[in-house]
């Protein structure tokens, strides 16, 4: 009897041994020593960038590496503000710009695991306005006056997450239909809008796409209108919505929509360049951009660019992606839906030779082949010069974060990435 509980106690003791290591594994681990590192390699980071901000080549940057769910690097370098000279801290709060567009993919994905929608599903099913899409034919330039033809097929979830809608990006588009965005006052989604998100996406929906859905490749609104998406379909603000399912069971404490102004003092300063490549302060009106738009209590949610964040909440959502759509025990995405979007979508070399999923860039063998990044790594950055990728390969989570853009010295990103590589055992 005696022996038979002392083997219940060991049996119960190693299966609490065994749920505790695979909840371990699932959370990014503070203070452990990764021995696949060579962190006198990694260190050299470390004197590359403070060697660009010496140079006043960049105001300054956090880093952050996760490499089997263990953080082996996080650091801040330089000048969150440059003329009161504030040191960049690691907790910065960066407007991460882009980055938004993969939190709105998962939404969207999340709604697809509850049976809300397909991916191959037309859009107008949800806001009809979307029904019978045309197509820009001729255009004038000089009063932007237009013809159209009927599109072939309407426009789906799909070629929303894989930007092949047609639909083009306003402000920052260069095609002719981003002048017809910018006549009809449809917003960028960089900066703050005293807009209706529904209503000026149904303006959108009455203007002519760049071409014919699913056959270009074009960077664009997409992942607003799939913002507005989440929001028709959950009867939710896709600001609620992201807390909800997101940013709340994951811990994510530092990533809005609107910064609380408790907070406000942690945004980094942002910074573009003069004539000659020198550093300065981006004014409240340069681009048409007020860099203060986190904290100006919007309630027009950019699914494709209105987040700020920090490196460690953003971390925290790439290894949940990493993870199979699992960390610390809450399951945000199933294993599968997590494969889908890191698997090319694209015909051909319709995004060059790399691949695009579903919210993600791609690396390809291709690409693997030039160094760096293994094949099947997911990436994309942020307009103020924020970038990400993960590599299932490698196990590894990586982000380098600034708040500058043009950056004439914008190959540092190259660099970090270079000499992390190299670091790797």
Known sequence: MQRNSHYRTVLISLIATLILGIANAQ?????????????????????VVNEYVDKKWLAGA??????DNQLVQYRGYGYADIESKKPMHKDQIFRIMSQTKAVTSVGIMILYE???????????????EFRNPVVLDKFNDADTTYTTV???????????????????????????????????????????????LLERMKTMARLPLSFQPGEKWQ???????????????????????????IFEPLGMKDTYFNVPASKANRLATVYTEDSVGNIIRWSHTFRNIDPDYPLMNTTYFSGGAGLSSTAFDYAVFMQMLLNGGLYNGRRILSKRSVEMMTSNQLKGEMFGDS???????????????????????????????????????????????????????????????????????
């Open 27 to 47: 959370v990014i681990q503070l203070n452990a020593k990764n021995n696949s590192v060579d962190y006198q390699k990694l260190a050299r980071i470390d004197s």
């Open 62 to 67: 956090v880093s952050i590496i996760i490499k």
């Open 114 to 128: 509850q049976g809300k929608l397909l991916l191959d599903e037309p859009i107008w099913h949800f806001i009809p």
């Open 150 to 196: 009927p599109a072939k097929r309407d426009i789906t979830f799909r070629d929303l997450l894989t930007h092949t809608s047609g639909i083009d990006y306003a402000d920052i588009g260069g095609s002719k239909v981003s002048a017809i965005y910018a006549k009809n006052k449809i917003p960028s989604g960089l900066g703050y809008f005293n807009a209706d």
């Open 219 to 245: 960077y664009g609104l997409n992942t607003d209108l799939l913002g507005c998406l989440i929001e028709v379909i959950s009867g939710m603000t896709l600001d609620n919505f992201f807390r909800k399912n």
């Open 355 to 425: 691949g695009m999923g579903l919210g993600f860039g791609l690396t390809s063998a291709m690409d693997e082949a030039k160094g760096g990044r293994y094949s099947g790594s997911f990436a994309w950055g942020g307009y103020y010069g924020t970038s990400y990728w993960a590599d299932p390969k490698a196990k590894l989570v990586c982000l380098f974060m600034t708040q500058q853009n043009p950056n004439s010295h914008g190959d540092i990103h190259e660099k970090f990435e270079a000499i992390l590589y190299s670091s790797l055992k």
